[in-house]
């Protein structure tokens, strides 16, 4: 390597170790090592505008205020108290909660899918005498399924899309099964965990009472049964209504029909955008300033609620891993990667899913996934499967739950349970995060090898 790549590298390193320790807003640091890139020559002046892959943020801008409309009219309060009103068990309660999370986070992204998702348990969990902690944690792994499940449902999937040129059908053709199958899996682990938990929190009431009065009851009894009776102050109709309540009164007026249209007619359009000879910039935008059309609110105070701080980052991020493909970085690396895949007694998509998946626990998922988008596209380029990208997908957006810290969504769980009095313990959310992305890294493990070697 010459001066100018030594350099470039040692500015991209540093710049990484900033944005996973967190010594200075990520904004900041995308922005400063941006700078430091032009200072040694490695990027031109003339060529900042075009490194930035105006693309992916017209992508995440549109998205973003196809949301925040859709928030404000009011529809996802209307959705939460639906859900409320279906839960007739705390059973059926708690699973109708993840699915929920889910949902969410495949229709506004893992973040705010889980702010809300987050904000509603606290409030159901808050009426139930019910501690939120195994809730949050679990609703975090839904939201990072949730992400990863179609095109624009995070970031990282929107920086793939585009780099690779992957349609919207392309995803739900390959991810959308196992990120089914993986839910499905982790409900079970999910009622498994919640019903040992309940029955530890009724043994520990019933403890001063002589076992004689309780021993048949609890042996013989379901576990639902069981929550009924130690719920016995308040009826589970009670406080579905006083949840309901908090939310304040939800209507079906013009705005939330509006925005169900929009946002109904935006995933229809994304589905076929490639049929249409359109952009998924285009149609991200045109769905977002048409929610910022019939919002109702002013366009200042709608933009205003973009996270520009995001938009920022990423930029500055483009133009440092773009620089280095310049002066051919990404290239060598490229070649360093391949010959380390090369040597992985294991399909290429399934060793790039762990040589994402493992960095993504410590590094945040937005640079890993920028940065090995062009290496990947390089290695397409020179004849390798386009299949590679899914074990990027996988492992960008289920690496990150192998940490407390590893993801957005890990964060907010910590951050709501902080808030609310009732901090969760860093070694079970790690025990309970580790080891349920083990299993869905090894499940995705044996989907790409049946799906992309044997068939």
Not at 59 to 86: D, H, N, P
Not at 334 to 352: D, E, F, K
Request: glycine letters at 10%.
């Amino acid at each position: 390597m010459n001066a100018i790549q030594t350099a470039s590298v040692a500015i991209f390193i540093v710049t990484i170790i900033l944005i996973a320790t967190e010594r200075i807003h990520r904004v900041y640091a995308a922005l400063l090592g941006a700078g430091a890139m032009v200072l040694i020559g490695a990027v031109k002046p003339d060529d900042l505008l075009h490194f930035i892959d105006l693309e992916i943020l017209g992508v995440i801008i549109g998205m973003m205020l196809l949301v925040s409309g859709a928030e404000r009219s009011g529809i996802f309060s209307l959705i939460g108290t639906k859900i409320m009103k279906a839960s007739r068990t705390p059973t059926s309660f708690a699973i109708i909660l993840m699915s929920f999370t889910m949902i969410l986070s495949i229709i506004l992204e893992n973040i705010g899918g889980m702010l809300i998702a987050a904000a509603i348990t606290i409030t159901m969990t808050r009426s139930l005498k019910m501690k939120p902690e195994t809730f949050l944690i679990f609703q975090a792994l839904f939201a990072e399924l949730g992400g990863m499940m179609l095109m624009m449902s995070s970031i990282p999937n929107i920086i793939v899309a585009v780099e690779g040129g992957l349609s919207f059908s392309s995803f739900v053709i390959n991810i959308a099964p196992i990120g089914m199958i993986l839910f499905a899996v982790t409900i079970l682990i999910f009622m498994r965990v919640f019903r040992a938990e309940v029955e530890t929190d009724i043994e520990r009431e019933l403890r001063p009472v002589e076992s004689g009065e309780w021993a048949d009851g609890l042996i013989e009894a379901e576990v639902e049964t069981d929550i009924r009776h130690e719920l016995r102050s308040i009826e589970f109709g009670e406080w579905v209504d006083l949840s309901i309540r908090e939310f304040g009164p939800v209507g079906r007026g013009r705005r939330q029909i509006m925005a169900a249209v929009i946002m109904a007619g935006t995933f229809t359009t994304f589905a076929v955008y490639d049929r249409l000879g359109l952009t998924p910039a285009l149609v991200a935008l045109a769905g977002g300033c048409l929610m910022l059309m019939f919002s109702g609110e002013k366009p200042t105070e709608a933009l205003g609620e973009i996270d520009w701080s995001t938009i920022f980052f990423l930029a500055g991020l483009f133009i440092m891993i773009n620089g280095m493909d310049k002066i051919g970085l990404i290239e060598m690396l490229s070649t360093g990667l391949s010959n380390l895949v090369g040597r992985v007694p294991l399909s290429m998509p399934i060793a790039v899913m762990w040589l994402s998946a493992l960095p993504s626990g410590i590094i945040d998922n937005i640079p890993l996934t920028a940065t090995y988008a062009p290496i990947i596209g390089r290695w397409i380029m020179e004849g390798a499967s386009t299949d590679i990208w899914w074990g990027l997908v996988l492992g960008a957006n289920l690496g990150g739950c192998l940490t407390p810290f590893g993801t957005p969504s890990n964060i907010i769980a910590l951050g709501v349970a902080e808030r609310e009095g009732q901090p969760i313990p860093l070694g079970r959310f790690f025990k309970l995060c580790f080891g349920v992305t083990m299993v869905h890294l090894l499940i995705s493990t044996l989907y790409l090898y049946i799906r992309y070697s044997l068939l």
